[in-house]
Each structure stands twice: as structure tokens, then as C-alpha cells.
């Protein structure tokens, strides 16, 4: 394998192939980039064993081959390479990497112990522009939990009924929902997707308006846009029946405008990260009193202007949790629909129309 390709397009296909890279595996192949020159191109292949990304960029092949190398090596140091051509050459079990003056040697792992890329025969499909599956997960994806003793919870559960697309997000603390209104843009379907292949398919190298098909089978998904791929195992298992958990009725609402009320909880999270990030809510008739204490460090109130529909309730919650969902709604006005103290709040914005929502779970007033 000898070839020659840009820096800049390198490491940007490096990135995008190091989003299924397990940097920590006890298999050191899965630590590595599979390098692959052919043609005209130069493919660059990540996988942790359940995730596989793939890009293709030109590059001016003199010899066709293939190795893997160390997947962080290599990007810490085209990372502090300048912009321009570089080469690179497999010389029995080393790869070089030349770029003007300098050289690198890098050991080598034979390219056929990488674990090859599955065949998806996608039983089930959706049909989207990438920019509004982008949305869609961004609306819901900071629910999803990172602790992997409950799998399911590590993913996104897509369900769809050939007219309504329905992402939902839970780590049994708060919930994520959005729903998009789309006929006709696949087959039906309901699959669980980990929360690690969307990131890398929302970081596609394609705009907003390109559509993209993801097609899933009973235990994979598959996306390939021109000389990209992702391919990931789904999560089995049941998710959560999380419409139990969604407030069917409240007594007690309070509209806030978003940016004032999210500018106030960070604040007040300079302190809530001592104390389990608890952030009081106190309901008046024309505000709100946020505050938060830390034992060491002090106590932070925050007031903030409210149009209450019998607001005059104090509830706790996770600030963190309000962060993200004040974050992931859209619009000028966010409602927060309550009942009492110990039951979870309904969080959406002020447009009637808005598609999403998230539910957060109090904690205790104590």
C-alpha cells in the first residue's frame, strides 16, 4: 500500500470512521483504523464490534493494499500536522506517514483480522432529509441514559406507522419525545438504535436537504451515502412502555420565556453541582425563586418573571435535566405543566403545534 491524499481530508475522514473506534477494548484490532487504498480512493474503516463507520476520500494511489494502525496515534498526529499532501506506505508490518520534513512509523496490524463490515437486507426503511432526522435525534438523544447496566436505555427508540415517526429517550428519570407527522417515508417499523450510530450518521458529510435512507433489518441498520457508511447493531430488548410516565392532566402550569429561565438555571448550577444538582422551583404569583445551595460554598437565588396558572407549588428538580430540555425545545416561550410536588412535570414550548416534549421526574423536597 503506497498513496498520497490531503491532510485535511484525512483527518476529517479519520474523525468520522473514529466515531465506531473502541479506544477501550481489551482486542487491540478494535483500537486500530482499518486503511484500505484501491482505485482511486483511500477508505478509512472504525468498529468496536457492534458499530462499523466507513469514509471514502480521493487520494492518488501508486500501490493498492490494506493494514490497520492505531486509531488515537494516528489522529494525534495528523492533528498537529499542517494542511497539505502527505504520504502514506506499508513496509512489511509498519506504516509510514511522510508530510514535507517529517516521517512517522507506525506498527501495523493485518488488515484481515478487522471484523468485516455485515450485510443489512433492510426489511424496513425510512426516507428522510438528513436534516430533519438531525433534529429529530437532537430533540431527544440528552435523555438517553450512560449507564450501560440497562442496555435499552442506551438507545433510541424509532417507531413509525406510515404516517407518524416517533423518536423516544428515557433513563427512567426524565423522558424525551418528539413526533414528526411524515406519510409515506418508509415502512413500518419500531427498532432501538444505540445512541452511539446516531451520532455518527448525523455527522453524515451531507447538507441539511440531502435525503438519506436508513434501512434496518431484525438486528442491524444500514446507512451508505456515496463513499460513507454506518452500519450498527440494534439494542434488543423491550423499551420501556414510556407513555405510562407522560402526564395525562395538570392542575398548574407556568410560561416562561426559554432563554431567560435557561440563563437563570445556569446560573444557579454553579452551586447545584455540590448538592446532586438540586435546583428549588418556589412559585409566586408573577415569578418564580430559583435557588440553590451548596454546603461548602454557599446559596444562589435567581428570580424569574412567570405568567402561573395556579403556580404557587415548590418542586425540586435535576437542573442538569432542566438544562437539556430547555436546550432541546425550540421556540421563544417554553410551558412547564405540573401537578404536585411529587409528580413528574411536563416540559414543552409555549407553539401548541411543537412536536416534542420531555418529562422530568421531582426530586425530593427534603
Known amino acids: 500500500m503506497k498513496l498520497e491524499c490531503t491532510r485535511k481530508e484525512l483527518l476529517e475522514a479519520l474523525a468520522f470512521a473514529g466515531s465506531a473506534t ?127 447496566s440497562r442496555p435499552v436505555l442506551t438507545g ?70 456515496g463513499g460513507t457508511q454506518v452500519v450498527a447493531q440494534l439494542l434488543m430488548g423491550t423499551f420501556p412502555n414510556w407513555e405510562r410516565v407522560v402526564p395525562a392532566e395538570s392542575t398548574r402550569s407556568w410560561t416562561f420565556d426559554r432563554t431567560e429561565l435557561l440563563d437563570n438555571v445556569n446560573r444557579a448550577m454553579i452551586l447545584a453541582r455540590d448538592n446532586a444538582n438540586r435546583v428549588r422551583f418556589r412559585g409566586n404569583p408573577d415569578s418564580v425563586l430559583i435557588s440553590a445551595r451548596s454546603e461548602e460554598r454557599g446559596e444562589a437565588k435567581e428570580e424569574v418573571a412567570v405568567v402561573a396558572k395556579n403556580g404557587d407549588v415548590e418542586i425540586v428538580f435535576n437542573g442538569r435535566y432542566v438544562e437539556d430540555a430547555l436546550k432541546s425545545i425550540k421556540g421563544d416561550g417554553v410551558l412547564i405543566e405540573l401537578t404536585e410536588p411529587s409528580r413528574p412535570a411536563l416540559f414543552k414550548a409555549v407553539d401548541a403545534d411543537s412536536p416534542q416534549y420531555c418529562v422530568i421526574a421531582p426530586m425530593s423536597l427534603g
Open 156 to 225: 433510541v427508540q424509532f417507531a413509525y406507522d406510515g404516517n407518524t415517526l416517533i423518536l423516544a429517550a428515557t433513563d427512567m428519570q426524565r423522558l424525551a419525545v418528539t413526533k414528526l407527522e411524515q406519510p409515506g417515508i418508509g415502512s413500518p417499523l419500531s427498532a432501538i438504535v444505540p445512541e452511539r450510530a446516531l451520532r455518527a450518521i448525523k455527522s453524515l458529510p451531507l447538507d441539511d436537504s440531502k435525503e438519506v435512507v436508513v434501512r434496518f433489518d431484525d438486528s442491524r441498520l444500514h446507512v451508505e451515502v
Open 22 to 148: 473502541s479506544t477501550r477494548s481489551a482486542l487491540p484490532i478494535l483500537k486500530t483504523v482499518r486503511l484500505d487504498a484501491d482505485g482511486t480512493s483511500l477508505g478509512l474503516l472504525g468498529c468496536d464490534g457492534e458499530l462499523w463507520a466507513e469514509r471514502k476520500i480521493e487520494a492518488i494511489v501508486a500501490t493498492a493494499g490494506a493494514a490497520c494502525v492505531d486509531f488515537s496515534l494516528l489522529r494525534d498526529i495528523i492533528g498537529k500536522l499542517p494542511d497539505g499532501q502527505l504520504t502514506l506506505e506499508l513496509d512489511g508490518a509498519n506504516v509510514f506517514l511522510r508530510h514535507g520534513g517529517s516521517e512517522w512509523r507506525m506498527m501495523a496490524l493485518p488488515a484481515d483480522e478487522f471484523p468485516q463490515v455485515p450485510s443489512v437486507e433492510g426489511s424496513s426503511e425510512l426516507r428522510m432529509p438528513i436534516g430533519e432526522l438531525r433534529a429529530a435525534v437532537d430533540a431527544v438523544a440528552h435523555a438517553v441514559a450512560d449507564d450501560n
